[in-house]
RNA sequence: GGUGACGUGACCGAGUGGCUAGGUAGAGGUCUGCAAAACCUCCUACAGCGGUUCGAAUCCGCUCGUCACCUCCA
C-alpha cells in the first residue's frame, strides 16, 4: 500500500507521489527566532522528522528544507507595531542579529536533543532579500501588486477577479473575510483593501532591520520568504509543505497567492500538510496565551502545568504517541504514562540483540521459516509500516510496535515457539523493529544509568575482593575496567580510579 | 458573525457502519530468594436525545459542552 497523506488542500487523504521521483522536496516552515521555542514549535519539527525519516526509508531522495526566520515580523499588522527581533535586542541590550543567532543555536540544539534530524537546508530570510525581492518585482509585472508609500502590497481583489482564489487553502471566501474585518484597522490605510497583504514594508527611521530594494529602505513581508526560498531549493512546485494549523491562515494562503502571482504560477506546493496544536487543559499552547512550555524548561522540569521534567526522547514518544492532525493534550499524566511507554519499547530494543544474537538459532536453518509461526511474526511486523502508509499515523504504527513487541517477549520466555519460528523470520522481524523504532520513529535509547556511580559500584566490589585477597577476581575487574579506557589506583586514603592515559 | 474541529473506559489516545487499537493506571494469576521485567486473565467506553440501517461510537438531525482560525503564533 503506497503512502497517503491529507492534502489540506484538497481536504482528503490523497496518495503520495513525488512530481520527479525519486526525489522528493519538502519544505516546514520553520521558527522565527526571537524567543526561546516552546513545546507547541516542537510538534512540526517532530512530524516532519518523521515523515522525511519515512520517505527516506521508502527510498525517496528527499530534499528537507526548514527555514529561519530572521527578518524580524512587527508586533502586529500596523505602522507603528515593534519589530519582535528588534525589541528583543533593545532589551538585552545586542545586536538584531545576535538575537537571532542565539535563539537559532538554542533551536537547533533542541531539535537536536529532541531526535529531529538537521534538515538539508536552513535558509534563512535574512540571506534570501534579493530572491524576495525578485518575488515582489514578478507580482508587479504580473499586476497583483501596488507600491504605496515605499511598502508593495498584494491585491488580493484583482487577484481573485484574474481567477485565482485567494482562500482555497483555508475554505475562505473573501466576501465573508470582508464582511469579518474589522474596520479601519491602524495601519492599513495604505491597503486598497483590507485583504491585502504587506510583500514588502518601508522601514521607519528607527527601524534597524532594514534591506535597500528599488522602493526604498525596508523589509520583506510576513509571508514572502518560504515562498521565495522554497521556490529557490525545491522549485516552482515542490512536494510537501508543511506547517502548523495556525499557519494555514493567513500565512500558507498568501504563500500560495504569491506563488501563483508570480512568475512561478504554481501552488507552491503539492501536498499542504498541516500539524494540530498541542493545548494545556484543552486550550491551545502559544506565546500570547502565556500557557507554553518552553523545551528547557520541560526538559529539566518543573515548569508551569509540569510538576516535573521530561527526557527529549519521552516528549518525542509523546508526540508520537497522538496523530500529527490531532491536537494534544500535555500533562503530567500523559506524560508520565508516555515515559513508561518510551521506556517498554527501549527495553524491546535492547530483547532484539538477544533474540537474533542466539547461536542456537542459526544452526535450525531455514526450513523452519515455513512455519504457521513465521508467517504469524511477519504478518505482526508488517503491520506497523501499513499504519504510517495511512497518513502517517504513528499511534496506530506504535500500537503495532507494541504488538510486535509483546511477541518478541513470548519468544524470548519460550525456547520451543522460538524455534518455530525460524532464523530468518526472526531476523527480519527483529530488524524491522528496530529500523522502524530508530530510524523511521527516530526513538533512541536513552542512557539512564550514571557511569561514575557504576564505576563506583564496581570499585566497592574490587575493594572487597581485595580484601578477601581474591586476587583473579581483583584482575578481572582491573582488565574489564581497562578496556573501558579506566585504570584503577590503589592509594593510601582508599580506591580511585583514573582515565587511562595509555 | 464567518470558517473549521472536537466530546471515547480511571488517565492519555487510535479507530470511524458489523472484527477486544495501543500505552499508562487498577485487580487476579504465572514466574521469582526478594524485587523488577515479561507473559496470561479481568476491568471493555464511545456527551445527550431522536432518526437512517438487519446492524452505529462510526452516517443524518437536534441539544448541550469544549476548542481553533479569522491579529503575531508551530
Given at each position: 500500500m503506497p503512502l497517503s497523506l491529507y492534502n489540506t488542500l484538497t481536504r482528503k487523504k490523497e496518495e503520495f507521489q513525488p512530481l520527479h521521483p525519486p526525489q522528493v522536496g519538502v519544505y516546514l516552515c520553520g521558527p522565527t527566532v526571537y524567543s526561546e521555542a516552546h513545546l507547541g514549535n516542537a510538534r512540526g519539527p517532530v512530524v516532519f522528522d518523521v515523515l522525511t525519516r519515512y520517505l527516506r526509508h521508502l527510498q525517496y531522495q528527499v530534499r528537507y528544507v526548514r527555514n529561519i526566520t530572521d527578518v524580524g515580523h512587527l508586533e502586529?499588522?500596523?505602522?507603528t507595531g515593534e519589530d519582535k527581533m528588534e525589541k528583543a535586542a533593545r532589551a538585552a541590550r545586542i545586536e538584531p542579529m545576535q538575537v537571532a543567532q542565539h535563539f537559532t543555536n538554542r533551536y537547533r540544539q533542541h531539535m537536536l536533543g529532541l531526535g529531529c534530524l538537521p534538515p538539508d537546508i536552513e535558509p534563512q530570510a535574512s540571506g534570501h532579500v534579493i530572491e524576495q525581492i525578485q518575488v515582489i518585482e514578478e507580482i508587479i509585472n504580473n499586476g497583483l501588486a501596488y507600491e504605496v508609500n515605499g511598502s508593495v502590497y498584494f491585491d488580493v481583489p484583482k487577484y481573485n477577479e484574474e481567477?485565482?482564489?485567494?482562500g482555497k487553502l483555508s475554505n475562505r471566501s473573501i466576501e465573508d473575510q470582508l464582511a469579518g474585518t474589522r474596520a479601519n484597522l491602524e495601519g492599513q490605510s495604505e491597503k486598497r483593501s483590507p485583504l491585502d497583504f504587506a510583500l514588502w514594508k518601508k522601514a521607519s527611521p528607527e527601524h534597524i532591520m532594514r534591506w535597500p530594494s528599488p522602493w526604498g529602505e525596508g523589509f520583506p513581508g510576513w509571508h514572502l520568504e518560504c515562498s521565495a526560498m522554497s521556490r529557490k531549493?525545491?522549485?516552482?512546485?515542490?512536494d510537501i509543505h508543511g506547517g502548523g494549523?495556525?499557519?494555514?491562515?493567513p500565512h500558507h494562503e498568501c504563500e500560495i497567492a504569491q506563488s501563483q502571482g508570480?512568475?512561478?504560477?504554481?501552488?507552491?506546493?503539492?501536498f499542504w500538510v498541516h500539524n494540530n496544536m498541542i493545548t494545556v487543559n484543552g486550550t491551545k499552547m502559544s506565546k500570547s496565551l502565556g500557557n507554553f512550555v518552553l523545551l528547557g524548561d520541560l526538559f529539566t522540569g518543573p515548569t508551569g502545568p509540569l510538576a516535573f521534567g521530561y527526557s527529549p526522547m519521552v516528549v518525542r514518544f509523546f508526540l508520537l504517541q497522538a496523530h500529527y492532525r490531532s491536537p494534544v493534550d500535555v500533562s503530567d499524566d500523559a506524560l508520565q504514562a508516555a515515559r513508561k511507554g518510551y521506556r517498554k519499547l527501549m527495553n524491546g530494543l535492547r530483547l532484539l540483540d538477544k533474540l537474533a544474537g542466539d547461536d542456537s538459532l542459526a544452526v535450525s536453518g531455514t526450513a523452519a521459516d515455513q512455519t504457521a509461526e513465521a508467517a504469524q511474526l511477519l504478518a505482526l511486523a508488517a503491520k506497523p509500516a501499513e499504519f504510517l502508509d495511512d497518513d502517517l499515523n504513528t499511534p496506530r504504527a506504535l500500537a503495532a510496535l507494541f504488538d510486535l513487541l509483546k511477541r518478541f517477549n513470548t519468544l524470548a520466555a519460550n525456547p520451543a515457539a522460538l524455534e518455530a519460528v525460524g532464523p530468518a523470520a526472526l531476523a527480519q522481524a527483529t530488524a524491522t523493529y528496530r529500523v522502524l523504532v530508530q530510524?523511521?520513529?527516530g526513538l533512541r535509547d536513552e542512557p539512564r544509568a550514571n557511569v561514575e556511580q557504576l564505576l563506583e559500584l564496581t570499585l566497592g566490589f574490587y575493594a572487597e575482593a581485595k580484601a578477601d585477597k581474591a586476587y583473579d577476581k581483583v584482575d578481572q575487574i582491573r582488565g574489564a575496567l581497562k578496556t573501558q579506557g579506566i585504570v584503577i589506583k590503589d592509594t593510601k586514603t582508599g580506591v580511585e580510579w583514573a582515565y587511562s592515559e595509555e
Open positions: 502586529s499588522d500596523a505602522d481567477g485565482k482564489r485567494y531549493y525545491l522549485g516552482e512546485l515542490s494549523l495556525d499557519l494555514m491562515f508570480s512568475h512561478a504560477h504554481t501552488d507552491e506546493a503539492r530510524d523511521v520513529l
